[in-house]
């Protein structure tokens, strides 16, 4: 078949990752990165919080949903590497000691290709390996 | 320290470990309709454009990909899946493209996104990654 897709994708709309520990996955999403809480459905064990338009979902893997997936993520193997939140502003030294103060270990940093265009990043890991990357917006200097 | 310096826009891009990547562009681009946006070879991250939006691609082979060890399995993903907005959403066109280049389909549910109850169709990428692809919210459900 050569016809073209009958639909236009706007973009991503939410992610879900499978957790171990829901209670501190929360405290991170939330209480750290800010996050807030959009809906929490305890029969299906979805908990889904906003991340500006968007959601990541978070599905504990002793849940219903969470456990059609099988055991939990190892630390490694994964089949997702890391995905990343559009932030704003981006103040290098502003972001580090909010995060230092949380006790979060910036694991890389630097300028990276995002969906706006290069820009600064900064990787952290969340309480159960998944690597989270901060994006700020595109610098006109290296676009 | 309180609130966080900085406000949150929403998601920029997630990045799927592969391992047969021409099968997965192949998916992504050819069916879903993504188009390569960038590619870094040394570093072997493949991004793909989704609306507003990145794909990326790390074959396990390859430096970036190779970091995180072996290739996922069939169970314990990190990910569960993610969701993609599509518009419009003609749930018969959606289900007669996407038949006719193999992809299994999974019944209509109506299911809770960024921006409400509306229509979605699960399918797999060729490497058994759940994809959602989620109509706009459906005024009767919200």
Avoid: W
């Amino acid at each position: 078949m050569n016809d073209q897709p009958p639909f236009d994708m706007q973009g991503l709309d939410h992610l879900v990752i499978r957790c171990v520990d829901l209670e501190v996955m929360k405290a991170f999403y939330c209480g750290v990165l800010g996050c807030t809480v959009d809906r929490h459905n305890e029969e299906f064990g979805l908990f889904q919080v906003r991340a500006g338009a968007h959601l990541i979902d978070l599905i504990p893997i002793d849940g219903k949903l969470g456990s059609r997936g099988g055991p939990a993520p190892g630390d490694d193997g994964l089949n997702l590497d890391h995905f990343a939140i559009r932030i704003e502003p981006f103040n290098e030294p502003e972001l580090r000691a909010y995060l230092e103060h949380h006790n979060i270990e910036i694991v890389e940093a630097g300028p990276r290709y995002g969906a706006e265009g290069t820009g600064p990043s900064i990787y952290m890991l969340d309480p159960e390996g998944n690597t989270v990357e901060l994006k700020g917006p595109p610098d006109p200097a290296l676009n | 320290m309180g609130k966080q310096p900085y406000a949150m826009k929403g998601l920029d891009h997630v990045v799927i470990r592969c391992t047969d990547l021409a099968a997965m562009m192949h998916f992504y681009c050819d069916v879903l309709g993504c188009m390569l946006e960038d590619e870094d070879k040394e570093l072997g991250l493949y991004q793909v454009r989704v609306g507003n939006h990145l794909i990326d691609l790390a074959p396990i082979e390859e430096p970036m990909g190779r970091q995180g060890g072996p290739a996922p399995g069939r169970y314990g993903h990190n990910m569960d899946h993610f969701a993609i907005q599509m518009e419009p959403y003609d749930d018969d066109a959606i289900r007669t493209y996407l038949s006719g280049h193999n992809v299994e389909l999974g019944s209509t549910l109506i299911r809770g996104g960024a921006e409400g109850e509306g229509p979605a169709i699960y399918i797999k990428d060729p490497e058994g990654n759940t994809v959602e692809l989620k109509g706009p919210p459906d005024p009767a459900y919200n």
